[in-house]
């Protein structure tokens, strides 16, 4: 989520950009000379093709269990291994490179111990493929210049980390059924993301539901929203339209977007049926 239209003040000058720009570069450049695909390298350090693109291209982390490994695996003789600090340090600074107006709501989300998100145009920022995010931001109006949409891009990808901390927050999401069905940036990145959503879908701690288009009453028509519960606060709720944010806090507001989202989840298909229609789409591409 992004205002094209307020000032954009990321602190750049930490130089994690260049950071995680330069360790995409030189791991591009030893698998290239060890003779493997992107394919085959995610193969064997547990990620996806796009995924080892992205870290290639410096707009995704190159993991450090990555770099643990494909410094063994491509002959790198320590030299992947030896970026392993520098990445985790830069990995913390990057939580910090969104707008500023964002900053508070990005801070609670990456410490936040329940995660609930209702969509009803694209699918959440956190579930996205790097090309689906990317399709999303080149899209844009006004347009986006390369070097915006690129930094977009990573800070989007960073916040994906929330997975990957432990303990794990509890996520869920309700999705309307037509962002299955609306191939953003074509249906080659249609199907990749489908692909992600069962592969995040099966992890223990997130459950992702559909909203069948079928439904006839709907308790929520006001467009998308986030809940979060920050460790040791009070839930709260946030609103994004035409590019206006909003961080809700008053209990009370809170409160009935959460009956809502509620009320939401009962009508909307088990995980397990959930899942069961994506498969479908899916083999229906």
Known sequence: MADERRPETPAEADGTTGLFAAVGKLLKLLREQAGLTQKELGEAVGYGPDAIGAMERGVRVARPEVLEKADELLDAGGL???????IKEGMKKARTRHPEWYRSYAGLEAEAVELH?????GVPGLLQTPEYAGAMFARRRPLLDEETIERRLA???ARQQVFE???????????????LDRPIGGRAIQEGQLRQL???GSM?????QVMPTSIENHPNMGGAFNLLTPQKHPQVAYTEVQGFPRLITDLEEVRKIADRYG???????????SRALIKKKLGEL
């Not at 901390?165 to 962002?179: F, K, N």
């Open 80 to 86: 992947l291994r030896a970026m392993v600090p520098e």
């Open 155 to 157: 800070d989007r990808l």
């Open 204 to 208: 223990r701690n997130v459950e992702i």
């Open 117 to 121: 998100f209702y969509a009803n145009q």
């Open 263 to 273: 009320i939401m989840r009962a009508m909307a298909l088990p995980p397990t049926e």
């Open 165 to 179: 901390r432990w303990p794990a927050p509890m996520c869920s999401y309700v999705l309307e059924e037509v962002v």
């Open 198 to 200: 069962l592969r995040i």
